[in-house]
């Protein structure tokens, strides 16, 4: 079992920027890919960006292209989504996901387990 949890969300103003933070615990040790999605109200659940173990892959929503960053370090266990130039459109709640092996996927169903959720809100 690997436990999630993240951090970081708030209320920020557009063109503002906020850094998101997901530690993990439990078996954490194994190798893992570590995922960002993101649900706003009456949408569906989408990815937002995702790294596998090593971090030699990334992937990242073309919403998000050249605004968030993703970053891990495995040695604390710890994943982080820095996002800069928020629009009110990525105002939704932030999921930190992870899932077993090497591959990154797109669909959330994909992966293991899954943190509580925090909220990102970006007024205009």
């Known amino acids: 079992q690997v436990q999630l949890v993240e951090s970081g969300g708030g209320l920020v103003q557009a063109g503002g920027s906020l850094r998101l933070s997901c530690a993990a615990s439990?078996?954490?040790?194994?190798?893992?890919?570590m995922g960002w999605f993101r649900q706003a109200p009456g949408k569906e659940r989408e990815i937002v960006a995702a790294?596998?173990?090593?971090?030699?892959?990334?992937y990242y929503a073309d919403a998000v292209k050249g605004r968030f960053t993703i970053s891990r370090d495995n040695a604390k266990n710890t994943v982080h989504l820095q996002m800069n130039s928020l629009k009110p459109e990525d105002t939704a709640v932030y999921y930190c996901?992870?899932?077993?092996?090497?591959?990154?996927?797109?669909?959330?169903?994909?992966?293991?387990?899954w943190g509580q959720g925090t909220q990102v809100t970006v007024s205009s």
């Open positions: 996901a992870a899932r077993y092996g090497d591959s990154i996927y797109a669909f959330g169903g994909r992966y293991d387990y």
């Open positions: 439990g078996r954490a040790s194994s190798r893992y890919v």
């Open positions: 790294m596998n173990w090593s971090g030699g892959y990334t």
